[in-house]
């Protein structure tokens, strides 16, 4: 159990060969003293690790006015190097690349020709500075037996409802072997529009609602600065997808809630612009071989595991109202997914030659309804009333709103007898575990076909902060009426914020909850929420303290 900030009682257990404790320490302690100078203001990152390849990231500051946005400063070339050992003695790939204010002067690099499985440390040098030294790892090799994979989960990220002390601690942490963020890595809204419990504890840059190329770089560069997310990025490898707030708030194919296109402008151009400046700012491999952006991707963790991210608003419909969604939410031509990325999806999973399928999913896919109904009387029901197969929905943000979706990928799991299927899931801003019942109604009798963990937000406001109650009292009551209601969701929390740690093995998948005793405090301790395991072909479990 964790009880402070301290990270000695954690020790690396790295699934990726070639690292040892020793070089873990030296890094991060190198990792915690950001470099001097001004050339590297925004830290350095790398992601999506792969067997002989990862993605290396900078940005440049060639000039004090040539800031984030601004459009201004002369080109300039970086040199960037990746080597086995932190002194650089041996370095296994390099090269120079020329940035400019037409990239917001950012550097992207897919570093290739590396060795699987294996540490390496990175760094950039440019304009007579050497930025800090970042640490990374490839994946191991497709068809390497691996023993053990561990990666911290976070989303939902809000500048200014809180500090992000979960950084910190994952930062702290020697164990893990990637971040994955499922999204809401920033926030689109004004200074004021949507902040903590006690208010905004700092303030957005810039000062209104972000809706321009300028606006969104802006933004991703304020992001930047904070330095836990830097001592993150420099520590661990990211593998990230983007949910609604990196563009704007419920975002659809073809507009946003929030978005109005007489006074903010057509939403293509809006969402083109958020793209780009998150593909410019963030150490992701999202452009197919065609150039076109496609983020939904898969990382394969040799015979142990595959990780499918998914893009859940790029090709999405519109979220219907409360009473129209429960009309339309069976609709078989709404779509979460699109068809393609859902074909992609469903074939990856049949073919998979992994033990574990997990699934990046910013959305919750469990079923939350109010109340499941019996299968005798559903028919007649929905009929009548026009309520969905199952029940009424909440929430038609998630894929409750879009529930022949969900029962085609179901189906297809269950078809086919795919076991081992677990959901990693953000956006609500609150922590769940779910066995998946192929049939709410039907749970526990009926077949189930995987499990969903949903992680707590960085700092985005809870059901607790939105109530503004005392921690654990008024939401106490409204999870139990939640799991009363809905038996397969085995695990609510509506407090708290903080991270999970997925450990996954050959035998289980273990999701341990971590949430931060305050988050406007920027030096908080840390607790251990609650853990459940879910055994290879089975169903959750608790469990009563993280793996050591």
């Given at each position: ?439 709410a109604a039907n749970y526990p009798a009926g077949p189930t076909v995987g499990t969903e963990f949903v992680i707590p937000s960085v700092t985005s406001s809870s059901v607790g902060d939105l109530l503004k109650t005392p921690p654990r009292t008024t939401s106490v009551v409204a ?45 908080s301790g840390l607790r251990h929420g609650t853990s459940f395991a879910v055994r290879s072909g089975g169903r959750l479990e608790p469990r009563a303290t993280p793996p050591s």
């Amino acid at each position: 159990m964790v009880t402070s900030p301290s990270a000695g009682q954690f020790t690396r257990r790295t699934l990726f060969a070639g690292g040892t404790a020793a070089a873990a320490a030296v890094v991060l302690s190198t990792a915690t003293a950001h470099a001097a100078g001004t050339v590297f203001r925004h830290g350095v990152a790398s992601g999506d690790p792969l067997p002989g390849a990862v993605i290396l990231w900078t940005r440049v500051t060639v000039a004090d006015n040539a800031v984030p946005g601004s459009g201004l400063g002369a080109p300039a070339t970086v040199r960037w190097e990746i080597a086995t050992d932190e002194s650089f003695d041996r370095v296994a790939a390099s090269g120079t690349v020329t940035t400019n204010a037409d990239a917001d002067h950012t550097v992207k690099v897919d570093a290739t020709g590396l060795a699987p499985g294996t540490d390496y440390f990175y760094r950039f040098i440019a304009l007579g500075e050497t930025s800090r030294i970042g640490r990374t790892h490839t994946a191991p090799a497709a068809e390497s037996e691996v023993d053990r994979l561990r990666l911290g989960l976070v989303s939902c990220s809000n500048w200014e409802a809180g500090w992000f002390g979960a950084y910190r601690h994952l930062a702290a942490r020697t164990d893990l072997d990637a971040i994955v963020h499922l999204g809401d890595y920033l926030y689109e809204y004004g200074q004021g529009k949507y902040t903590g419990r006690n208010g905004a504890v700092r303030l957005h840059d810039p000062a209104h609602e972000i809706i321009t190329l300028s606006d969104y770089r802006t933004r991703h560069g304020q992001y930047k600065t904070d330095p836990d997310l830097a001592d993150l990025h420099a520590a661990l490898p990211f593998i990230c997808t983007w949910d609604d707030h990196e563009s704007a708030d419920n975002a659809w194919r073809d507009g946003s809630t929030h978005h109005d296109p007489a006074t903010q402008g057509a939403w293509g151009d809006r969402r083109a612009a958020s793209a780009r400046a998150y593909l410019e700012w963030m150490p992701v491999r999202a452009t197919r071989a065609d150039g076109a952006v496609q983020i939904y991707r898969r990382l394969r963790f040799g015979t142990l595991a595959e990780l499918s991210m998914l893009d859940l608003r790029t090709y999405r419909d519109e979220e219907a109202g409360p009473l129209a969604g429960w009309r339309v939410a069976d609709d078989p031509a709404r779509t979460i997914t699109g068809r393609a990325q859902m074909d992609w999806l469903t074939a990856g999973l049949v073919s998979s030659p992994t033990r574990w399928k997990l699934i990046g999913n910013s959305v919750m896919i469990s079923p939350l309804l109010f109340p499941p109904l019996e299968p005798a009387t559903t028919e007649a029901i929905t009929t009548a009333l026009g309520i969905p197969q199952g029940g009424i929905t909440v929430n038609g943000d998630q894929w409750d709103g879009y529930t022949a979706d969900r029962r085609t990928l179901f189906s297809t799991i269950a078809d086919n007898q795919i076991g081992d299927v677990v959901f990693l899931t953000g956006d609500i801003h609150t922590s769940w575990a779910a066995d998946l019942p192929l049939d709410a109604a039907n749970y526990p009798a009926g077949p189930t076909v995987g499990t969903e963990f949903v992680i707590p937000s960085v700092t985005s406001s809870s059901v607790g902060d939105l109530l503004k109650t005392p921690p654990r009292t008024t939401s106490v009551v409204a999870e139990e009426a939640i799991k009363a209601a809905n038996h397969h969701l085995r695990y609510v929390e509506l407090d708290s914020h903080g991270f999970g740690v997925l450990e996954v093995t050959h035998e289980q998948t273990q999701m341990d909850w971590f949430y931060l005793f305050d988050v406007i405090d920027p030096h908080s301790g840390l607790r251990h929420g609650t853990s459940f395991a879910v055994r290879s072909g089975g169903r959750l479990e608790p469990r009563a303290t993280p793996p050591s």
